[in-house]
């Protein structure tokens, strides 16, 4: 609690963080992107148009899926002449968060500096982005070059010589195409007693060759107008180069007024109007604060000593050291949505664990079914003993997954530690999972087709919500038909956490773990084979995933069918022939559209390749299974696993699942 003697000194430190902001403020207030380029051959669109609709609906898309993908995605929807093709791409060392803020800023832009333009481009301080009622993916532009640079000159005529062969040996190094280097490439030179700091970037529809023709003409560019100049900006619709003499791509803003850009600074009395306002602020802050710390203070004194006594009385002393270690000062035990359930209400609710209660079991162990006092009915998981996680540690961590909130996820109602026991309990499932009705033959005649599509839209909003729009961010690493739930509607629910990992990490990168845990034929192989897992993990097991529903095949033991090594191979096989259609389950063959298959197998494909840049992100599969046909990328080749599969009649896939629930790496959003 505050004391009214901290305020003061709180006080100096905020007004001293106000004028940093407002320093911070002066700095952004020149930077003069956005940059434009409406080409004067382009012809225009009405309001109202399918053009106009089509470039909207592009647009939306883009916001959707841009804080999950800082590069182009070559996409475009609409037919003949109202179809619209788009390409976007931020910049390399911007976070995923600030690519989506630039490039939401970028959509709104480009429609009021280009109005009712069929072509258009904008560049914005960190991204840019482009649209077109041409087909341009692949094609260099060099129309529309703008080049913007520093008032600042240098006099050293071997200046520009410096600043050329760097720019050259960074256009080598991104032309050559390395996936891994995203044509992306940044450099620092010595000059004298400074640094050239230098980047280059092309968008990553270009071939190598396409990527070093459009640096050579920017570098001739920017050198012809700007060679004196200690900083410049070369801004073209396929690529882009810049270089400072400070480190500009470390943050994502000028520092000290040295940047490339061309803007004047504000005038004083702006300045002046941010520091009044900002300081006036923090002080009624400040004011408010220390009113409601005297009101409060007595108050808080009481509640502390009766949570205090509440613990010191508690009949149980495990219960009472538990709920002091996990809970002091975060939850209220008497509370009625404190989340922890005592071991003998569980015992009850499943006659002690009895195995005419026994639901199945797994990696983790056993799960039953239970029914609560109030009659509810629950799904009770007892975690194997012997599981290397303390209880502080398992109890923080499932408080972590009960943030979790959505629809296509299984909730977690409570969870239970007391001894040797761990228990997790959960929403109950009548219709059991996935497996239970797509692999039987008897039963898979209740997966209509419309029941198909929904279940696959469900676990793929699942998944994105784990992946973006959670308050954590979440790899699952176990995506397979026994960990969907469906409920009486047959809708899909994600369950089992129990290897997921929390992350703060970036769209493609990787982390990487030295204890292999999951289902062989869903794993991703740079997951398999080398440890490393992403986002892009679960993607790979959706697109199995998907494949298998649309087949009602499972991926592992396929290779007893003599067709393909596996599922895999075998759709890659026949959608390269163009006979596609031989994968539909044949009790989908009178009520399915054939257009709507082809699509959704399209996209699994795109899931499943072997390359994990190449794979899309969960808010572009969203995107993409509402797509209209023939407006997707060409799929690469998938992963073809190596070595014989394990059938399912003779190993349980659950039980190579590791035991127990893991989260690491916490990364809150």
């Known amino acids: 609690m505050n004391h009214p003697q901290d305020i003061s000194p709180r006080l100096i430190r905020l007004l001293l963080f106000s004028a940093f902001l407002t320093l911070l403020l002066?700095?952004?207030?020149?930077?003069?992107?956005?940059?434009?380029?409406?080409?004067?051959?382009?012809?225009?669109?009405?309001?109202?148009?399918?053009?106009?609709?089509?470039?909207?609906?592009?647009?939306?898309?883009?916001?959707?899926?841009?804080?999950?993908?800082?590069?182009?995605?070559?996409?475009?929807?609409?037919?003949?002449?109202?179809?619209?093709?788009?390409?976007?791409?931020?910049?390399?060392?911007?976070?995923?968060?600030?690519?989506?803020?630039?490039?939401?800023?970028?959509?709104?832009?480009?429609?009021?500096?280009?109005?009712?333009?069929?072509?258009?481009?904008?560049?914005?301080?960190?991204?840019?982005?482009?649209?077109?009622?041409?087909?341009?993916?692949?094609?260099?532009?060099?129309?529309?070059?703008?080049?913007?640079?520093?008032?600042?000159?240098?006099?050293?005529?071997?200046?520009?010589?410096?600043?050329?062969?760097?720019?050259?040996?960074?256009?080598?190094?991104?032309?050559?195409?390395?996936l891994s280097a995203k044509m992306y490439a940044t450099r620092e030179v010595t000059f004298e007693d400074k640094t050239i700091y230098a980047l280059v970037q092309c968008t990553r529809d270009l071939s190598g060759d396409g990527c070093n023709s459009c640096l050579k003409t920017a570098i001739a560019d920017v050198l012809k107008c700007c060679y004196f100049s200690i900083g410049a900006r070369l801004f073209s619709p396929s690529c882009f180069l810049r270089y400072e003499f400070y480190n500009f791509y470390g943050a994502t803003s000028s520092v000290n007024g040295q940047g490339s850009g061309s803007g004047g600074r504000p005038k004083i009395w702006m300045i002046m109007i941010i520091i009044i306002v900002v300081s006036a602020c923090l002080a009624m802050v400040l004011f408010a604060s220390s009113i409601y710390c005297l009101a409060n203070k007595k108050a808080w004194k009481r509640k502390k000593d009766v949570v205090c006594q509440r613990a010191n009385n508690s009949t149980n002393?495990?219960?009472?050291?538990?709920?002091?270690?996990?809970?002091?000062?975060?939850?209220?035990?008497?509370?009625?949505?404190?989340?922890?359930?005592?071991?003998?209400?569980?015992?009850?609710?499943?006659?002690?664990?009895?195995?005419?209660?026994?639901?199945?079991?797994?990696?983790?162990?056993p799960v039953y079914k239970g029914l609560l006092s109030d009659g509810k009915e629950v799904a009770v998981k007892r975690l194997s003993f012997g599981s290397e996680q303390g209880s502080e540690e398992f109890t923080n961590e499932v408080l972590l997954i009960m943030k979790l909130q959505h629809k296509n996820l299984v909730k977690l109602l409570g969870f239970?530690?007391?001894?040797?026991?761990?228990?997790?309990?959960?929403?109950?499932?009548?219709?059991?999972?996935?497996?239970?009705?797509?692999?039987?033959?008897?039963?898979?005649?209740?997966?209509?087709?419309?029941?198909?599509?929904?279940?696959?839209?469900?676990?793929?909003?699942?998944?994105?919500?784990?992946?973006?729009?959670?308050?954590?961010?979440?790899?699952?690493?176990?995506?397979?038909?026994?960990?969907?739930?469906?409920?009486?509607?047959?809708?899909?629910k994600i369950s089992d956490f129990g290897m997921a990992r929390i992350f703060a990490g970036s769209e493609g990168e990787a982390n990487n773990t030295a204890k292999i845990a999951g289902t062989y034929g869903y794993m991703a192989p740079e997951y398999a084979m080398d440890g490393l897992y992403s986002i892009k993990s679960d993607v790979f097991s959706f697109g199995v995933l998907l494949i298998e529903i649309m087949s009602g095949t499972r991926n592992a033991g396929f290779h007893r069918s003599k067709r393909a090594p596996s599922l895999l191979a075998y759709a890659?096989?026949?959608?390269?022939?163009?006979?596609?259609m031989k994968l539909l389950d044949p009790l989908l063959i009178d009520s399915c559209c054939e257009d709507d298959f082809l699509r959704y197998i399209h996209v699994g494909l795109l899931c499943v390749q072997e390359d994990a840049n190449y794979r899309p992100t969960m808010s572009s599969v969203v995107a993409m299974l509402k797509s209209e046909p023939g407006t997707l990328c060409q799929p690469e080749r998938p992963a073809f696993f190596v070595g014989r599969f394990i059938d399912h009649d003779e190993a349980d896939p659950d039980r190579l699942s590791f035991n127990g629930l893991s989260i690491s790496n916490i990364g809150p959003r």
């Open 317 to 365: 002393p495990s219960v009472s050291s538990f709920h002091h270690r996990n809970f002091q000062g975060r939850y209220d035990p008497q509370a009625k949505a404190f989340p922890y359930i005592e071991l003998a209400a569980m015992q009850a609710a499943t006659d002690n664990f009895s195995d005419s209660n026994k639901l199945g079991e797994g990696g983790f162990g």
């Open 572 to 580: 890659w096989q026949v959608w390269n022939e163009g006979k596609a």
């Open 416 to 492: 239970c530690v007391e001894g040797e026991e761990r228990l997790l309990v959960y929403e109950f499932m009548p219709n059991s999972s996935l497996d239970v009705f797509l692999f039987d033959r008897s039963r898979c005649v209740q997966l209509s087709w419309s029941r198909r599509l929904n279940i696959i839209d469900g676990i793929a909003r699942g998944i994105l919500y784990l992946h973006q729009d959670s308050r954590l961010r979440i790899i699952h690493r176990d995506i397979k038909p026994s960990n969907v739930l469906l409920d009486n509607d047959m809708n899909p």
């Open 26 to 178: 002066w700095e952004l207030a020149y930077a003069d992107p956005p940059y434009s380029f409406c080409p004067n051959t382009s012809a225009y669109y009405i309001d109202g148009s399918p053009f106009k609709n089509n470039l909207e609906e592009l647009l939306l898309s883009l916001n959707l899926s841009a804080s999950s993908s800082k590069f182009y995605i070559n996409t475009s929807t609409g037919n003949g002449t109202d179809r619209v093709y788009r390409v976007h791409m931020c910049l390399d060392y911007v976070t995923n968060e600030n690519c989506g803020k630039c490039i939401a800023t970028a959509t709104n832009d480009i429609l009021k500096l280009c109005p009712n333009t069929r072509e258009a481009v904008v560049w914005e301080e960190l991204c840019q982005l482009r649209y077109s009622d041409q087909n341009f993916f692949g094609q260099v532009n060099f129309t529309g070059n703008k080049d913007q640079h520093n008032s600042r000159n240098i006099s050293q005529p071997q200046f520009k010589s410096v600043v050329k062969e760097t720019l050259n040996n960074l256009t080598t190094e991104a032309a050559a195409f390395n």
